[in-house]
C-alpha cells in the first residue's frame, strides 16, 4: 500500500534540513508522537548528505484482524538518508524495520526550496508479509497510523521551526 504526502514549510530548505538532523528535533518528533525510549545511534551531517539511524518503541491500537500477526507494542529501527541535488533540493529515503514483525515501511522524501518555503514531500509504501491478512493490515496501517504519524511529524516540525528560528 503506497501513501504520498506533501507539505510546505515556512522555513529555507537548508533550516528544514538542518531540522531533520537535529537530535532534539528528532527525539523530540517521536516523543511528541506518544514513541518511547527514542534513541540516536547515528546522526551525521555533511555538507552533502545527512544520515539518521534511531530507534523507538511504538505502541500501536490493532484491529482484531491483526491481533494474530502483530503486537501492539514494537521496536522500530529507522534509516534516513538524505543528499543534496546540484538545483539546491535533496533528496532522500528512509527505512523503517519492525523489529521481530512481518511490518515494514520504506520510500522517498523531497525538500525542494519554494519562494522562501520548502516543500517536503514524501511517498512511502506499507509492506506487511503475512498471508491472507498481510494486504488488509498494510491497508488499515496506511490509512490509519501511518497518516496520523506523518500528520504529527508535519505537525511538529511547523512548531519546532517556529520555535527555534
Known sequence: MDVKRSHTYEAATDTV???LGDRDAIVGRYESMGHRDVQILECEAQSDSLRVVCTR???VELPSFAKRVLKPTN???QTDEWKRRGDGSW???FDVVVKGAPFHISGTMNLAPADGQTVHDITLRVEVKVPIVGGRIADWAAKGDVRRGLDGEFEFNDRWLREHS
Do not use: H, N
Open 17 to 19: 534540513l538542518g531540522m
Open 57 to 59: 518503541v511504538v505502541d
Open 75 to 77: 521496536t522500530t529501527s
Open 91 to 93: 533528496a532522500g529515503t
